[in-house]
């Protein structure tokens, strides 16, 4: 049932927003120079490598830095900017749900040097097909902002960041269902509008879930 929805909702997408998608490669090209998506290796469910499509962005060859994307980061080009600020180079993914590379909903798919150094504990989130969206994705939605002019953003995405991102993946894993990832689509696109109504739905659920306690509250700390 997953994977049907995943492949209707999107082929349907795919065909509805290919307009878009067709102006949305014009001013990519006319603001800078480079390729229309921008293509990269992350790791999947099983440990398996795949290309994940995005609209470009950055400058081309920016990400060849290494360096982790903060707000206001100068590699980001104009264009890009307003991209990134709705989410809008995230759609060419639904390309690798159409394959089934991944699917609406799941943890997202990390490169291969993070995979690198999960914990055991961590691994489990490759025993799933990654996703463009999940609890996660919600909450730190604004990743580049919590990074914004921190000396050592490293330390902050490792120690203040991914750790609770791989733990609300974990509880979407845990309680992952057909339901909840229709909910999860919607406030996804609810948080573009308003992150602080996603958020009580998240916390809500959450609580539901009967989480640890600091979670919830980690949660309503990025309530911005």
């Known amino acids: 049932m997953k994977r049907t929805i995943d492949f209707f909702i999107s082929f349907f997408g795919l065909v509805f927003l290919f307009p878009l998608f067709m102006i949305i490669g014009i001013l990519i090209k006319v603001d800078s120079t480079g390729p229309i998506f921008f293509l990269q290796d992350r790791v999947g469910y099983k440990s398996i ?98 990074l914004k002019d921190k000396k050592d953003i490293y330390l902050v995405y490792n120690q203040f960041i991914k750790p609770w991102k791989s733990k609300l993946s974990l509880i979407y894993i845990k309680h992952q269902s057909i339901m909840l990832d229709l909910e999860i689509i919607i406030y996804t696109l609810v948080a573009l509008i308003s992150k602080r109504l996603a958020l009580k739905w998240v916390v809500k659920k959450l609580e539901k879930f009967k989480v640890d306690q600091k979670i919830v509250d980690i949660v309503k700390k990025y309530e911005f």
């Not at 690798?96 to 914990?119: A, F, H, Q, W």
Request: net charge positive; hydrophobic share 35%; charged share 30%.
């Open 49 to 146: 490598i795949f290309k994940i499509i995005k609209f470009r962005t950055m400058y081309i060859d920016s990400e060849k830095t290494g360096e982790l994307t903060s707000y206001n980061d100068i590699r980001i080009t104009n264009f890009g900017s307003l991209l990134r600020r709705y989410k809008i180079d995230e759609l060419p993914q639904l390309i690798n749900v159409l394959v089934g590379e991944i699917s609406l909903v799941g943890p997202r798919p990390n490169v291969k040097s993070e995979v690198d150094s999960y914990t055991d504990v961590e691994k489990k989130l490759l025993t799933i097909k990654p996703g463009i969206t999940d609890f996660s994705s919600i909450v730190f939605s604004n990743e580049n902002k919590i």
